[in-house]
């Protein structure tokens, strides 16, 4: 989104969300008149998937793409207790860059990078823009998981229009 990144210099508190994911798209004015940022992409992400039954602590999760969505959900799910994350980015500096913001914030998390093989996982999350437009190749292995692993999207696929 635009502006989110820039927003961070204009703050003088970040949530360890928006630090993490170097951005924020909420700012809350303080008492003493200093300005607060956050970052609620990743939030929003955990509560759809909690509200839906999925438990988050303890959980093993891959997440696919660490540029801005990746970061956010990476950092919320950190938050939300997950005991380890894989991320897995075209661009190994990317995945790397971000787990270090990460361990800065949760030093106890287990963090595996550059490995997209989704057994293993509670949770695969695709944080890619990859599928939004035709002929995209696919994030992961075309093979489905095995049933009791979930496959979950944060990113709205394009369907096909429905014949006229």
């Known amino acids: 989104m ?9 703050v003088q508190h970040l949530s360890p969300t928006a ?14 008149g200093t300005l607060s940022g956050d970052m609620f992409d990743g939030e929003g992400f955990v509560l759809g998937i909690t509200r839906k039954g999925f438990e988050t602590r303890g959980a093993r999760a891959l997440v696919v793409g660490s540029g801005g969505v990746g970061s956010a959900i990476a950092a919320s799910l950190a938050a939300a207790g997950v005991s380890a994350l894989t991320l897995y980015d075209i661009c190994s500096q990317t995945a790397e860059a971000l787990a270090g913001r990460l361990l800065e914030h949760y030093p106890r998390l287990d963090i595996t990078l550059m490995k ?25 292995d075309p093979d489905p998981p095995p049933p009791d692993e ?4 944060s990113l709205p696929l394009p369907l096909p229009l429905p014949p006229e």
């Open 2 to 10: 635009p502006h989110t990144i820039a927003t961070c210099v204009l």
């Open 19 to 32: 630090a993490i994911a170097g951005a924020c798209n909420a700012i809350r004015p303080e008492a003493d």
């Open 150 to 153: 979930p496959l979950r999207s």
């Open 116 to 140: 997209r093989d989704p057994q293993g996982h509670d949770l695969v999350v695709n944080a890619t823009p990859l599928g939004m437009k035709e002929g995209d190749p696919l994030p992961l």
